[in-house]
């Protein structure tokens, strides 16, 4: 099976700026969680969605949001970019159970200047 | 608030040495514990996990030790090798599916 996939791997964008980011789960897992992670912060929780429904939410402004689709893919959209937001961006998929391993893409790096 | 404490930030490591991180948690409702290994470009790797029900549980060289009473939990790895060079993640989940991370463990073992 093909692991999880984010696209695009880097992204360089400016402040004021919004972006959009992709994540393609492993073929079968219908929950997929977002993760923002700094050296300062490491990992947080952004959301998490199963079966197109956003089943849990961290504590982000309202300025990051998410969707999936009918396929399990998902998308997170930053709005308003900060110098604050620049990270790596990993989304991580599994089957939807509370317990089932979570997988994790590689990571999308977002850096604004 | 972090919601899972991790130490030490960096650890440096003879090859064959013992290496222990530690974690500790506040919120008793947490049911789940894994461990993640981070490459440099990659995304973290589940190592090894385990649940409130069991003090310890091993796989290979590695080890978590779990201390219930005081919300408390340990990644040993044994005979540690180069190749474990990496950063480490404890985490915490309850059965709202939503994980919480440590800060991170960086490992360096010396050949």
């Known amino acids: 099976k093909a692991g999880v996939t984010q696209t695009p791997r880097y992204l360089i964008k400016t402040r004021g700026q919004q972006v959009t980011l992709s994540c393609s789960p492993i073929?079968?897992?219908?929950?997929v969680s977002w993760y923002q992670q700094t050296p300062g912060q490491g990992l947080q929780f952004l959301f998490e969605y199963f079966s197109e429904t956003q089943r849990n939410k961290g504590n982000f402004p309202g300025r990051f949001s998410g969707r999936q689709f009918s396929n399990s893919r998902s998308e997170m959209n930053v709005s308003t970019l900060e110098l604050g937001d620049s990270a790596l961006y990993l989304c991580?998929?599994?089957?939807?159970?509370?317990?089932?391993?979570?997988?994790f893409g590689p990571g999308t790096r977002l850096t604004v200047l | 608030q972090q919601q899972v404490k991790q130490s030490p930030q960096s650890l440096i490591v003879q090859k064959g040495g013992i290496s222990i991180i530690n974690c500790a948690y506040e919120?008793?409702?947490?049911?789940?514990f894994p461990w993640y290994q981070q490459f440099p470009g990659k995304g973290p790797a589940l190592l090894i996990a385990?649940?409130?029900?069991?003090s310890e549980k091993k796989e290979g060289r590695f080890t978590i030790s779990f201390n219930k009473s005081a919300k408390q939990f340990s990644l040993h790895i044994m005979d540690s090798q180069p190749g474990d060079s990496a950063t480490y993640f404890c985490a915490a989940s309850k059965s709202s599916n939503q994980f919480y991370f440590g800060t991170g463990t960086s490992l360096t073992v010396i050949p």
């Open positions: 073929s079968g897992h219908r929950s």
């Open positions: 919120n008793t409702a947490f049911d789940y």
């Open positions: 385990i649940r409130p029900d069991v």
């Open positions: 991580a998929s599994k089957n939807g159970g509370s317990t089932d391993t979570q997988y």
